[in-house]
């Protein structure tokens, strides 16, 4: 079964807001977390990543943030634009593999 | 970087009929090499991974198979498919700790 999880399966945000995806992962042990951003008929295109070591990592418009306490991880995406309408996915690392949640439609509206 | 090809971009099949999906990586040597599938609305569930020439993991019991034939190709095959086979497929190859995927093949049984 899936260890990672998702809280908001749909987001609908005005473009120029800032967005906010949330994951819950049940893997204490897991280290090492990615974003991936899919588009509608193409596959899953790496955002971000950040190793349980950190809890803060920032990328262009997009922050990755790890609270391991409580097992949770967000995607902050500044300044949303109409291109940044996909599915997010975050994944944890898990042997040779990763685990991806359910995902998170984002839809931006003008 | 790795470049990874994925054919046919959808196919359609009758139940009963046999399936091969092919996938060729270029950029990188001795991968390790992953299929995923995506049902509707889902996230992505890991169905084979592999390290080497023919060597394939088999993460869920099912109507597939994978083969290794040569160190950049990655194959997925069914003798027979079943309507629970329809899903979006998607190779994908290890690079930097991250997964890097092809644009993936949509795969309708009827």
């Known amino acids: ?110 | 970087s790795q470049t990874i090809h994925q054919w046919p971009a959808t196919l359609v099949q009758p139940v009963g009929s046999p399936l091969s999906l092919e996938c060729t990586v270029e950029g990188t040597s001795n991968p390790n090499l992953y299929w995923y599938r995506q049902a509707a609305g889902r996230g992505l569930q890991l169905l084979f991974y592999s390290v080497g020439i023919g060597q394939i993991s088999s993460e869920v019991p099912q109507n597939l198979s994978a083969s290794r034939p040569q160190d950049r190709q990655f194959i997925l095959s069914s003798k027979k498919l079943l309507l629970s086979d329809s899903g979006f497929y998607l190779c994908a190859c290890l690079g930097d700790e991250k997964l890097f995927f092809g644009s993936g093949t949509q795969l309708s049984v009827l």
């Open chain 1, 1 to 110: 079964g899936e260890s990672v999880g998702l809280h908001l399966p749909t987001l609908s945000v005005q473009e120029g807001d800032n967005s906010i995806i949330n994951c819950a992962y049940s893997n204490s042990a897991s280290d090492y977390f990615i974003w991936y951003k899919q588009e509608s008929g193409k596959g899953p295109q790496f955002i971000i990543d950040i190793r349980s070591n950190m809890d803060k990592r920032q990328g262009q418009r997009v922050t990755v943030l790890l609270n391991k306490t409580v097992k949770h991880l967000s995607l902050q995406i500044a300044a949303t634009q109409p291109g940044d309408s996909a599915v997010y996915f975050c994944a944890e690392r898990a042997g040779y593999a990763l685990n991806f949640g359910k995902g998170t439609s984002l839809l931006v509206t003008p």
